[in-house]
Protein backbone atom coordinates (compact mmCIF):
# COMPACT_ATOMS: atom_id res chain seq x y z
CA UNK A 1 0.00 0.00 0.00
CA UNK A 2 1.43 3.54 -0.37
CA UNK A 3 0.53 7.63 -0.79
CA UNK A 4 0.69 8.47 -4.81
CA UNK A 5 1.59 11.91 -5.73
CA UNK A 6 1.82 13.67 -8.91
CA UNK A 7 4.45 16.17 -9.38
CA UNK A 8 3.01 17.72 -12.42
CA UNK A 9 5.97 20.22 -12.72
CA UNK A 10 8.36 17.24 -13.19
CA UNK A 11 6.67 15.05 -14.32
CA UNK A 12 6.64 12.39 -11.55
CA UNK A 13 4.35 10.36 -10.18
CA UNK A 14 5.76 9.50 -6.43
CA UNK A 15 4.61 6.37 -4.59
CA UNK A 16 5.68 6.46 -0.98
CA UNK A 17 5.53 3.43 1.23
CA UNK A 18 6.72 2.99 4.91
CA UNK A 19 8.01 -0.12 6.19
CA UNK A 20 7.30 -1.38 9.69
CA UNK A 21 8.43 -4.83 10.56
CA UNK A 22 7.72 -6.21 14.28
CA UNK A 23 8.15 -9.91 15.88
CA UNK A 24 10.80 -12.34 16.74
CA UNK A 25 13.15 -11.62 14.09
CA UNK A 26 12.49 -8.36 13.18
CA UNK A 27 15.59 -6.12 13.36
CA UNK A 28 17.48 -2.92 11.90
CA UNK A 29 19.71 -5.14 9.26
CA UNK A 30 16.98 -7.45 7.70
CA UNK A 31 14.05 -4.35 7.60
CA UNK A 32 16.91 -2.15 5.82
CA UNK A 33 17.41 -5.08 3.63
CA UNK A 34 13.74 -4.82 3.12
CA UNK A 35 13.56 -1.31 2.30
CA UNK A 36 16.67 -1.50 -0.46
CA UNK A 37 15.23 -4.36 -2.16
CA UNK A 38 12.05 -2.34 -2.71
CA UNK A 39 13.22 0.86 -3.57
CA UNK A 40 15.55 -0.82 -6.05
CA UNK A 41 13.71 -3.10 -7.83
CA UNK A 42 10.88 -1.25 -8.24
CA UNK A 43 12.83 1.93 -9.53
CA UNK A 44 15.13 -0.15 -12.07
CA UNK A 45 12.74 -0.52 -14.81
CA UNK A 46 12.25 3.47 -14.80
CA UNK A 47 8.57 2.71 -16.11
CA UNK A 48 6.31 5.02 -17.16
CA UNK A 49 2.59 6.00 -17.06
CA UNK A 50 0.36 8.54 -19.64
CA UNK A 51 -2.06 10.65 -17.88
CA UNK A 52 -4.24 13.15 -20.06
CA UNK A 53 -1.69 12.53 -22.35
CA UNK A 54 1.41 13.31 -20.48
CA UNK A 55 4.17 11.02 -20.06
CA UNK A 56 5.19 10.50 -16.01
CA UNK A 57 7.69 8.74 -14.63
CA UNK A 58 6.89 6.19 -11.95
CA UNK A 59 9.20 6.35 -8.34
CA UNK A 60 9.05 4.84 -5.31
CA UNK A 61 10.30 5.79 -2.45
CA UNK A 62 10.39 3.13 1.01
CA UNK A 63 11.10 4.15 4.30
CA UNK A 64 11.41 1.54 7.18
CA UNK A 65 11.93 1.64 10.79
CA UNK A 66 11.92 -1.43 12.93
CA UNK A 67 9.46 -1.45 15.66
CA UNK A 68 9.60 -5.65 17.36
CA UNK A 69 7.51 -4.89 19.83
CA UNK A 70 4.75 -2.32 18.45
CA UNK A 71 1.35 -2.17 19.92
CA UNK A 72 -1.19 -4.32 18.65
CA UNK A 73 -4.27 -1.13 18.89
CA UNK A 74 -1.11 1.17 16.90
CA UNK A 75 -1.48 -1.46 13.47
CA UNK A 76 -5.40 -1.90 14.42
CA UNK A 77 -5.82 1.71 14.15
CA UNK A 78 -3.49 3.19 11.53
CA UNK A 79 -4.73 5.77 8.86
CA UNK A 80 -2.01 6.32 7.60
CA UNK A 81 -1.93 4.86 3.79
CA UNK A 82 2.18 4.98 3.67
CA UNK A 83 2.28 2.35 6.38
CA UNK A 84 2.87 -1.16 5.91
CA UNK A 85 3.49 -3.54 8.78
CA UNK A 86 4.99 -7.05 8.42
CA UNK A 87 6.20 -9.18 11.37
CA UNK A 88 8.91 -11.55 10.57
CA UNK A 89 9.96 -14.63 12.38
CA UNK A 90 12.05 -17.66 12.01
CA UNK A 91 8.85 -19.55 11.67
CA UNK A 92 5.98 -19.18 9.47
CA UNK A 93 3.01 -21.70 8.60
CA UNK A 94 3.41 -23.23 5.67
CA UNK A 95 7.08 -22.41 5.31
CA UNK A 96 6.65 -19.42 3.27
CA UNK A 97 5.79 -15.52 3.65
CA UNK A 98 3.09 -13.67 2.65
CA UNK A 99 0.80 -10.71 2.76
CA UNK A 100 -3.48 -9.94 3.65
CA UNK A 101 -4.84 -9.91 0.41
CA UNK A 102 -4.29 -8.14 -3.14
CA UNK A 103 -3.93 -4.47 -2.30
CA UNK A 104 -3.19 -4.85 1.65
CA UNK A 105 -1.06 -3.31 3.86
CA UNK A 106 0.30 -6.32 6.18
CA UNK A 107 1.93 -9.51 6.48
CA UNK A 108 4.21 -12.12 7.55
CA UNK A 109 7.73 -12.72 6.46
CA UNK A 110 9.56 -15.80 7.41
CA UNK A 111 13.38 -14.56 8.02
CA UNK A 112 14.51 -17.17 5.80
CA UNK A 113 13.00 -15.84 2.99
CA UNK A 114 14.31 -12.50 3.09
CA UNK A 115 18.40 -12.97 2.59
CA UNK A 116 19.73 -10.11 0.03
CA UNK A 117 18.82 -10.54 -3.36
CA UNK A 118 15.64 -13.15 -2.42
CA UNK A 119 13.12 -10.97 -4.07
CA UNK A 120 10.81 -11.97 -1.50
CA UNK A 121 10.10 -8.26 0.04
CA UNK A 122 9.85 -7.23 -3.56
CA UNK A 123 7.07 -9.79 -4.79
CA UNK A 124 4.85 -9.07 -1.72
CA UNK A 125 5.48 -5.53 -2.30
CA UNK A 126 3.77 -6.09 -5.39
CA UNK A 127 0.47 -7.76 -3.96
CA UNK A 128 0.20 -4.97 -1.58
CA UNK A 129 0.26 -2.80 -4.96
CA UNK A 130 -2.84 -5.37 -5.99
CA UNK A 131 -0.93 -7.62 -8.27
CA UNK A 132 -1.60 -10.81 -8.80
CA UNK A 133 0.31 -13.96 -10.20
CA UNK A 134 0.31 -14.20 -13.75
CA UNK A 135 -2.30 -17.03 -14.69
CA UNK A 136 0.56 -19.25 -16.93
CA UNK A 137 2.93 -20.01 -14.37
CA UNK A 138 4.94 -21.32 -17.40
CA UNK A 139 7.95 -18.78 -18.41
CA UNK A 140 10.26 -21.67 -20.03
CA UNK A 141 11.32 -19.79 -23.60
CA UNK A 142 10.33 -16.52 -21.96
CA UNK A 143 14.06 -15.26 -20.78
CA UNK A 144 14.10 -13.68 -17.03
CA UNK A 145 10.77 -14.07 -15.18
CA UNK A 146 8.68 -11.13 -13.79
CA UNK A 147 8.37 -10.15 -9.93
CA UNK A 148 5.10 -11.76 -10.06
CA UNK A 149 5.55 -14.95 -10.64
CA UNK A 150 5.45 -17.27 -7.40
CA UNK A 151 8.17 -20.01 -6.80
CA UNK A 152 7.48 -23.27 -8.68
CA UNK A 153 7.17 -21.45 -12.29
CA UNK A 154 8.54 -22.94 -14.79
CA UNK A 155 11.68 -21.24 -16.18
CA UNK A 156 14.49 -21.78 -18.34
CA UNK A 157 16.83 -23.77 -17.06
CA UNK A 158 19.71 -21.03 -16.18
CA UNK A 159 16.78 -19.36 -13.94
CA UNK A 160 16.10 -22.56 -11.90
CA UNK A 161 17.46 -24.03 -9.05
CA UNK A 162 19.59 -26.60 -10.23
CA UNK A 163 19.77 -25.67 -14.01
CA UNK A 164 20.71 -29.41 -14.18
CA UNK A 165 17.38 -30.75 -13.63
CA UNK A 166 14.66 -31.70 -15.65
CA UNK A 167 11.79 -28.83 -15.39
CA UNK A 168 9.09 -29.40 -12.52
CA UNK A 169 10.74 -31.79 -10.10
CA UNK A 170 12.70 -30.55 -7.01
CA UNK A 171 15.53 -27.87 -8.46
CA UNK A 172 14.03 -27.83 -11.73
CA UNK A 173 12.04 -24.48 -10.97
CA UNK A 174 12.49 -21.14 -10.82
CA UNK A 175 15.26 -19.61 -8.17
CA UNK A 176 13.64 -16.36 -6.93
CA UNK A 177 16.88 -14.13 -6.82
CA UNK A 178 15.96 -14.37 -11.02
CA UNK A 179 12.94 -12.32 -10.82
CA UNK A 180 13.39 -8.66 -12.14
CA UNK A 181 10.74 -5.57 -12.18
CA UNK A 182 9.60 -5.06 -15.35
CA UNK A 183 7.93 -1.47 -17.12
CA UNK A 184 4.90 -3.93 -17.54
CA UNK A 185 4.66 -4.87 -13.88
CA UNK A 186 4.55 -0.46 -13.54
CA UNK A 187 1.98 -0.71 -16.14
CA UNK A 188 -0.20 -3.47 -14.82
CA UNK A 189 -0.84 -1.25 -11.24
CA UNK A 190 -3.12 1.12 -13.54
CA UNK A 191 -2.27 3.92 -11.92
CA UNK A 192 -4.12 6.37 -14.35
CA UNK A 193 -7.43 4.67 -12.80
CA UNK A 194 -6.77 6.30 -9.38
CA UNK A 195 -8.67 9.58 -8.63
CA UNK A 196 -6.34 12.16 -7.58
CA UNK A 197 -7.93 14.54 -5.29
CA UNK A 198 -4.79 17.95 -4.86
CA UNK A 199 -2.96 15.54 -6.82
CA UNK A 200 -2.73 12.78 -4.46
CA UNK A 201 -4.39 8.99 -4.50
CA UNK A 202 -3.84 5.95 -2.52
CA UNK A 203 -3.13 2.85 -3.97
CA UNK A 204 -4.11 -0.63 -2.00
CA UNK A 205 -6.25 -1.15 0.91
CA UNK A 206 -6.48 -0.94 4.99
CA UNK A 207 -6.50 -4.46 6.38
CA UNK A 208 -4.48 -3.31 9.20
CA UNK A 209 -4.25 -6.84 10.80
CA UNK A 210 -2.07 -7.80 13.68
CA UNK A 211 0.21 -10.62 13.45
CA UNK A 212 0.87 -12.97 16.20
CA UNK A 213 3.99 -15.31 16.00
CA UNK A 214 2.64 -18.48 14.74
CA UNK A 215 4.66 -20.67 17.23
CA UNK A 216 2.26 -19.29 19.51
CA UNK A 217 -0.94 -19.61 17.92
Not at 86 to 101: L, T
Not at 118 to 146: F, I, N
Not at 169 to 176: A, L
Amino acid sequence: MGEVEINQEDQVILISSHIITYGGAADEKVTETIRAEIETMWNEPRGTISLKGISFLVKFKITAECRPMIDEEEVLANTDPRNNYFRIEDYAHGNISFVDGLGCNTGYFKLENLYVGSTTAAHEYGHTLGLEHPDDCDYRGKGVPGIMYPRGTLVDAEFQYDPSKPAGVTGGTMHPMHRKVFAEDIAALKLERLRFKNDKSIVGEFTNVFHESHREV
